[in-house]
């Protein structure tokens, strides 16, 4: 029996989720390793030395270090609800380089204010606040972000607004984002993100292997 490929992953970190939906929703198996970042595993970090997650080795040796890599890696393995099929690329591809880049930046200082002194908490969440309104912006147009089906980008950028949402969630929930709301308690209250956030053990070399997702099926079931 071919071996699984092996994926570095931690829970709570949106590169990763964003992985493991992309790899749920095709159908696909992985051995889960579940990774303490304060003690990185060497093995990671031997295929990986830039040592962030997710980490997808493939079992001819390959390796792909890029979260959205590893969900096209998914997705043009199956795409059973043609997350790959988005109508507005140029603006799908902006969406997430802008969200990986300047919007993460502003959110990290947002949430761990006390690691950057310089701006209050407050302020940094303000200037992190222009993408959240637009991405308001693009859900008036469209149920999502670039049309009226989910598409790659609606999953590249939601585990980052969950996150941004998560710091103050009384505040975010009384912003003027209707639509924004909407769009990410989809996300929140579907099945695809319970099974991507299922808490497992710490991985240890010698361990039984995690397989995620334990079902083979694939979770293609519409998002909202």
């Known amino acids: 029996m071919m071996p699984l490929p092996v994926l570095y992953s931690f829970r709570r970190c949106p590169y990763a989720i964003r992985a493991r939906m992309a ?9 889960l390793r579940e990774v303490v970042l304060k003690d990185k595993p060497a093995e ?9 997650v997710p980490v997808l080795v493939l079992p001819d040796g390959s390796v792909i270090d890029e979260s959205c890599d590893i969900m096209l890696w998914a ?14 690329i140029a603006t799908a591809e902006q969406l997430i380089k802008e969200n990986d880049f300047s919007f993460k930046q502003d959110l990290d200082r947002y949430k761990y204010a006390d690691r950057y002194p310089e701006l209050t908490a407050e302020e940094y969440r303000a200037r992190a606040e222009a993408f959240p309104g637009r991405l308001e912006r693009c859900l008036t147009a469209s149920r999502y972000l670039c049309g009226d089906r989910i598409s790659l980008v609606d999953v ?15 505040w975010f929930d ?51």
């Open 23 to 31: 790899i749920a929703c095709a159908g696909l198996q992985v051995e």
């Open 174 to 224: 009384n912003r003027p984002y209707p639509k924004l709301q909407r769009w990410l308690n989809r996300f929140l209250e579907s099945d695809l993100f319970a099974v991507v956030m299922k808490k497992r053990t710490p991985w240890k070399r010698g361990g039984a292997p995690t397989v995620f997702p334990e079902n083979s099926g694939c979770y293609s079931k519409e998002i909202g």
């Open 75 to 88: 997705l043009r393995y199956s795409d059973p609800n043609g997350w790959l099929n988005q109508p507005a």
């Open 156 to 170: 590249a950028l939601f585990p980052f607004i969950r996150q941004f949402a998560f710091v103050d969630k009384p």
């Open 44 to 52: 990671m970090l031997s295929v990986s030395p830039k040592g962030t």
